[in-house]
């Protein structure tokens, strides 16, 4: 289970036991769980790094205000109550992919979630998030991803359970499948056709939509560099 804490300081949670995590962000473990102070970030540059933290006096619907999809954007406290400011149960019960402010274009990564999220249970985007995904590639911002962080995501869609051909074709549709794997189309039926066959194992699934996707040696060398 994680934790959103309101009201507290990193010095206090150090000082009650808690051991914190990095030195980027104000997270804290106890006892297996994660505890994370309320915080909102301003981004003062490019790429995933490209961001102050601040954590005093944040609120919890300011917490939330920065997280990057409204069905991400809900919290419960000890006794049960469901804090929900951003609509994310509704969007949830709809099944669709929103983005909860502004904030979403802060890390381009987030395009790639949206797109997985929407392939992992079947969701639909919504249009102004589409909107938004196609302005974040347009203004190149895709191109600070590191090859690391697009790795991670695409081996989340393979393996993370939905159609990995909604997560591409979401991509294509926003222009932003060239901008990630540097490939211009792809064969959605064949990699729906992978996702749903019964008789290959995961792993034999993953190479095979590996192949799909990193087609020839070119493109691999252009993801790599």
């Known amino acids: 289970i994680d934790y ?7 010095n206090e949670m150090l000082s009650l036991g808690y ?8 997270v804290c473990l106890k006892d297996g769980s ?3 102070l309320a ?17 005093d006096g944040v609120t919890l619907e300011e917490d939330l205000f920065r997280r990057d999809l409204t069905i991400n954007a809900m919290a419960m406290d000890s006794k049960g109550n469901v804090y929900d400011p951003y609509n ?3 969007d949830l019960e709809n099944k669709v992919i929103r983005h909860v402010s502004k904030h979403f274009a802060e890390d381009p990564l987030r395009v790639l979630r949206a797109a997985r999220f929407a392939a992992r249970y079947n969701f639909t985007i919504a249009p102004e998030t589409l909107e938004l995904m ?3 590639g347009k203004a190149g911002e895709l191109s600070f991803l590191v090859k690391e962080r697009v790795w991670s995501e695409t081996v989340k869609v393979f393996k993370g359970g939905g159609d990995p051909s909604i997560y591409f074709n979401y991509l294509a549709e926003t222009g932003n499948l060239e901008n990630v794997y540097k490939i211009k189309s ?3 039926d064949k990699i729906s056709e992978v996702y749903h066959s019964k008789t290959l194992s995961s792993e034999q699934k993953m190479n095979l939509f590996y192949l799909l996707v990193y087609s020839n040696q070119e493109n691999l060398e252009k993801v790599n560099s």
Request: glycine share 14%; aromatic share 12%; charged share 25%.
């Open 4 to 10: 959103v804490v309101v009201g507290s300081t990193q």
């Open 19 to 26: 051991q914190q995590v990095g030195k980027d962000f104000p």
């Open 34 to 36: 994660q505890y994370a």
């Open 39 to 55: 915080r909102i970030e301003r981004k003062t540059g490019n790429g995933y790094n490209g961001f102050t933290v601040e954590s």
């Open 88 to 90: 994310g149960k509704q």
């Open 134 to 136: 196609k302005d974040l």
């Open 186 to 188: 792809l064969d959605y």
